[in-house]
């Protein structure tokens, strides 16, 4: 029997770079096709040899604080639980995790790194909580052009994401960085 929601369900979309135990695999796929429509997670090699994984999540759906409280709610703590077991379970070897944000007109793409198992715990709880800077970040004044894809990074000195990059919609060669003591983007310097 097919749920009468599905047609009106944002899509999801998981890649798996390395690999990820049989039951790791099925919860992340019970997860988000509470709320999305997702496929399996598809799979890749990992090119980078000091990892043993890495989680690629894409919600085709827009950062905003509707997506945690109203569509994700639980899901986004049983997704943040899973994660965090992803990267335990892979030691001292490591996990990572991209999470990246559709929408309309922008990708917002949190890149975690190598994280320690608290760094990660942290990582993901304050990507919940950072939807009203980020909207005051890509206001029209902070921006001299529209920005297509922003990313992040996490900074375990800081404990805080960071390093946000932002790539012109218009020429993908111009690239803003995001300068919080003026709170705008300005243009990389190369």
Not at 87 to 94: A, E
Request: hydrophobic share 40%; net charge negative.
């Amino acid at each position: 029997m097919s749920d009468p929601l599905e047609g009106s369900k944002p899509r999801a979309e998981v890649l798996v770079e390395g690999e990820l135990s049989p039951f790791e695999h099925e919860a992340l796929y019970q997860i988000l096709r509470r709320k999305f429509l997702v496929e399996q997670p598809a799979y890749v090699e990992l090119p980078d040899e000091d990892l043993a994984t890495r989680v690629n999540i894409i919600f085709h759906y827009a950062y905003s604080p509707e997506l945690f409280t109203a569509l994700l709610q639980e899901s986004w703590r049983d997704l943040k639980d899973l994660v965090k077991q992803v990267r335990h379970r892979r030691g001292r070897v490591g996990a990572a995790f991209n999470f990246t944000f559709a929408g309309k007109n922008t990708r917002l793409v949190f890149r975690s790194g190598i994280l320690d198992y608290e760094a990660t715990s942290s990582a993901l709880d304050q990507i919940g909580h950072l939807t009203s800077i980020i909207h005051q970040m890509v206001r029209p004044e902070a921006l001299s052009e529209p920005l297509g894809v922003i990313e992040c990074f996490f900074d375990t000195v800081s404990d805080r994401w960071h390093g946000f990059l932002g790539y012109s919609m218009a020429d993908e060669g111009r690239v803003y960085v995001f300068d919080e003591n003026h709170f705008k983007w300005t243009l990389r310097k190369m």
